[in-house]
């Protein structure tokens, strides 16, 4: 039996682009004799469709969708993925299915168990979990099919009471075909490979494995789907962050003595893969929006520098417009950097001061502040003037606003709410900033694109007097791991400390994070590349009292 | 049996408030001569708490909470709610709990067993749902006892596949208790009451409810604790928006005619508790914050003025702070009718005004926008300028600012993000315009406080010159009915045409609102008073083409 493989770039509720894309697939891999193709987890309608699933139009759509895709399986069989109706008449309203369609028409329904709900995951808001199974008998194979999480319960990570494959083997399959919707998290390529493995050792089956691929809004899919043998060697893999299809023979499958699954090959393979991570991320939120230009202000440091060499990869030089938005407190080498990093890149750029702006606005307002020291409410008033200008320029013109901020001052609320937390999308927000400062050093590793002195300049917001960021924060390679153990890890400050770090330091930084939450509440979508992003995967009170002793 | 109910004000987190409340709860409940407290759902730890459920060390509070409340339930005995750990190895870390406390230890523990997952509700990213349950047996009486939703799968809303009543009922329970966390919607307080009534005819017990109180975030939890005889009539109530704690006796409970639980009382009522909720819903946010003083702009027009209204009476007059910041387009009477609003309720008021800060973008970007005709960029700039004034303030006197937005604008996006969208709360986002000029009328039924002109006069933005909200919008009593219907009914736009509404008025406005999600989304949290408010209970993708033959 030829099983083909087909990951593509699925768009939330467009039907009709989605169908399309599946018919073509049908249509290629027919060509190439193979009598199966898989497509991903809600490949249908595209993955998450969150409260789209509500409505009944929407439903309706997707089941539209799988008679006109099975119209093109009369002598090929799909496997397509799509929420399906509940009849029993209790429970959730929907499963979430995969659809096995061959002779023109829906032949057997596989119904997902396990339904992931938690960090950015929330399948038990809309579906019920399935509890019975049956393998799928097709060309006198017995195919035991799954969808995503259905495979992840393993004794190490048991989530769920029982685990479907459990049942299934007892079925007597040839083969497991695993459909996905999973999405990139650098830390989570190699454990996925992982949990393919054992499944495949631990039930002495092959394994063949369709994720979807693209962005959707914060949450970037990046394929890799691939073909295990059931030695747990790895027989072929579709590749990351990218549109492919490809066709495996069962037999050989088994006949290959594969690859063992390699961990990520240390900073440089990580490094690879966010950016090809980000730049689909980018892209994909702009085709989706249809959307094309961008904006965004250029400071001379590192953030703004990274931002805008991914937003240019993703969307075009041409298509991008960087401006530098001097103010008050801004060094010589900001404009140089700016301007020497856009020449580099080949990027419009355009010069616009706040000075005068800023003082109206010191002016306005000085029947109130009188005499006070400057403080925070006028350093703010620097990046809130930068903010309305740029955000002038885009409803004007019609760019998009990108957001530059990093994961480590959104962390800390180091950053000016409807001031440089502005943005349509965040594009680096998942990085820590000594991850920032790795990305670069990777994008400038064979050129300089980047100049030198962006990445070796103290980095400084610039909104008062010879301000470094060193001067309020701890620096950034003491302030990363602790931030890390805090929100990826969920430790408490107690063991942080414990783990070796100075109390006073770790409450500071804690304290900075719980006390920002509301910023975080009011920021744009960032794109989520590791284990635990700022955003609908960490859901925090905004006025709790914890750690109590500390408020 | 002599129960007692005690409705009081969790905070998130507080560990030694909520404790030292149910101490003091007991005492009083002691000296009156009651053998039992009941508190509500995660009444040791606050609801909802979030992603704080899972770090070790919140649990771990949660637990030595519980001791501690113990310790005090020598003679008399207590429900708490809280989280507990689930110790069987597989399924989610923990459970969410009614424990029975007696004797000074914990006698029994109840796991709930349905999981709200819908709207604001994410029980199941946290808890394992249970399977097995037994009543408490206590003073000769067996109690059947439940967490919230577990009594909420009647037949006619059956969400889950099974119902912890109907197994309880086979051991013969002589009463049901039920501790909630019910959040308020103001048509959710009838629907409440009816599940109540059923129950208890249903299973022929009297039902002893207790329901959190006091604001979350966004949330508002109104009490409204409550007992309803076998008959299904209501015996007593604790009321709504106000700590309580009351006694009842189980036999005088039965021998009670009681009153029949009656439906809202029309527009008044429904006003009276949309505005006690809006009060608790800001006063607790502040006080939940360690934050006194607000701020607001004060526009003259009715959103600005309603806002004011309740945070006047949240706050007290003496922590406000209104701003009026006319502009370019502001009309004589802005500036007189919000000076008229102030002057009633004794809020301090400054004016301050935006020109010269306008003017000064526009210079400043003159070089940008050369002769191109002044359209929405304008406009934007005009309530961003707003929007720094008053954050400038804010920082540097410590106020939070106050957003001032309805539903209906938030819906249609007729609203400036960074600018009038700005805020650390919006009080009033979570009614549509109709429901404001309601709401205002019920405040002026005695005297006037909002000014007749406010409420006489057309909305407008005045942004531009003799701008009204009916240029760009239908008239609010058209736009109203037919948002409700898309956003709470989930109606489908040709369902909604279908139901008399013009074709084209319900594309233009739907467009709206699916195109203006990216501004929804980096909004404050809103005070949810309705079923579906913006915010957490309603999460769409950002990106999503859908209805796809739109866009």
Same mark, same amino acid.
């Given at each position: 039996?030829?099983?083909?493989?087909?990951?593509?770039?699925?768009?939330?509720?467009?039907? !009709? &682009?989605?169908?399309?894309?599946?018919?073509?697939?049908? =249509?290629?891999?027919? +060509?190439?004799?193979?009598? %199966? @193709?898989?497509?991903?987890?809600?490949?249908?309608? !595209? &993955?998450?469709?969150?409260?789209?699933?509500?409505?009944? =139009?929407?439903?309706? +759509?997707?089941?539209?969708? %799988? @008679?006109?895709?099975?119209?093109?399986?009369?002598?090929?069989?799909?496997?397509?993925?799509?929420?399906?109706?509940?009849?029993?008449?209790?429970?959730?309203?929907?499963?979430?299915?995969?659809?096995?369609?061959?002779?023109?028409?829906?032949?057997?329904?596989?119904?997902?168990?396990?339904?992931?709900?938690?960090?950015?995951?929330?399948?038990?808001?809309?579906?019920?979990?399935?509890?019975?199974?049956?393998?799928?008998?097709?060309?006198?194979?017995?195919?035991?099919?799954?969808?995503?999480?259905?495979?992840?319960?393993?004794?190490?990570?048991?989530?769920?009471?029982?685990?479907?494959?459990?049942?299934?083997?007892?079925?007597?399959?040839?083969?497991?075909?695993?459909?996905?919707?999973?999405?990139?998290?650098?830390?989570?390529?190699?454990?996925?490979?992982?949990?393919?493995?054992?499944?495949?050792?631990k039930y002495q089956l092959p394994l063949f494995y369709v994720n979807q691929l693209g962005g959707q809004t914060d949450l970037i899919f990046d394929g890799g789907s691939?073909?295990?043998?059931?030695?747990?060697?790895?027989?072929?893999?579709?590749?990351?962050?990218?549109?492919?299809?490809?066709?495996?023979?069962?037999?050989?499958?088994?006949k290959q003595q594969g690859l063992p699954v390699s961990p990520l090959n240390g900073e440089e393979e990580k490094n690879s893969l966010l950016y090809d991570a980000l730049v689909m991320g980018v892209r994909d939120y702009f085709r989706k929006s249809g959307i094309k230009k961008a904006i965004l202000g250029l400071s001379g440091g590192l953030d703004s520098a990274l931002t805008l060499v991914i937003a240019s990869e993703a969307l075009g030089r041409e298509n991008l417009w960087?401006?530098?938005?001097?103010?008050?407190?801004?060094?010589?080498?900001s404009v140089k950097d700016a301007v020497q990093l856009a020449d580099n890149l080949g990027v419009k750029y355009d010069e616009l001061s706040i000075n005068e702006v800023v003082s109206s606005f010191e002016d306005s307002l000085k029947p109130f502040f009188k005499d006070l020291p400057p403080d925070i409410a006028e350093e703010n008033i620097q990046a809130r003037a930068r903010a309305a200008m740029l955000m002038g320029l885009s409803n004007k013109f019609g760019h998009m606003l990108l957001n530059t901020s990093n994961k480590s001052e959104a962390a800390v609320g180091y950053g000016t709410l409807y001031g440089d937390m502005c943005g349509g999308l965040s594009v680096i927000g998942d990085l820590y900033k000594t991850e920032v400062f790795s990305l670069a050093r990777y994008i400038n590793r064979e050129q300089e694109i980047i100049p030198e002195n962006t990445l070796e300049k103290p980095p400084s917001a610039e909104l008062k007097a010879d301000q470094k960021d060193a001067d309020a924060l701890p620096e950034y390679h003491i302030l990363d791991p602790i931030l890390f153990q805090y929100i990826e890890k969920k430790m408490s400050p107690q063991q942080i400390v414990e783990d070796g770090n100075e109390a006073a330091l770790v409450e500071k930084i804690i304290r900075l994070v719980d006390g920002s939450e509301f910023k975080r509440h009011q920021s744009p979508p960032v794109l989520r590349v590791s284990q635990k992003g700022f955003g609908a995967g960490r859901k925090l009170p905004l006025v709790a009292k914890f750690p109590s002793s500390w408020k």
């Open positions: 039996m030829k099983i083909a493989l087909s990951q593509f770039n699925a768009h939330v509720g467009h039907f !009709g &682009y989605n169908v399309s894309r599946m018919i073509s697939s049908l =249509e290629s891999a027919r +060509k190439q004799g193979a009598d %199966l @193709v898989v497509f991903s987890e809600m490949s249908v309608c !595209g &993955y998450p469709p969150k409260d789209l699933l509500e409505t009944d =139009e929407f439903i309706q +759509k997707c089941l539209e969708g %799988l @008679v006109e895709v099975a119209t093109h399986c009369q002598d090929i069989a799909a496997i397509v993925g799509s929420p399906s109706l509940n009849k029993e008449g209790r429970g959730k309203r929907l499963y979430n299915s995969a659809f096995f369609l061959y002779g023109g028409k829906v032949r057997q329904v596989y119904n997902k168990a396990l339904l992931p709900t938690y960090d950015v995951f929330e399948e038990y808001r809309y579906f019920e979990p399935a509890t019975n199974f049956r393998v799928v008998a097709f060309k006198g194979k017995k195919i035991a099919l799954t969808v995503c999480e259905d495979i992840w319960n393993l004794d190490n990570f048991a989530l769920y009471p029982s685990t479907p494959m459990d049942i299934l083997i007892k079925q007597e399959p040839d083969l497991m075909i695993n459909i996905g919707a999973s999405p990139f998290a650098w830390s989570r390529v190699e454990e996925r490979m992982e949990v393919f493995t054992e499944n495949a050792r691939c073909v295990i043998n059931s030695k747990g060697k790895l027989v072929g893999s579709l590749g990351y962050f990218k549109e492919d299809l490809r066709i495996f023979d069962l037999q050989d499958v088994e960087a401006v530098l938005l001097p103010g008050p407190f801004s060094s010589d080498h």
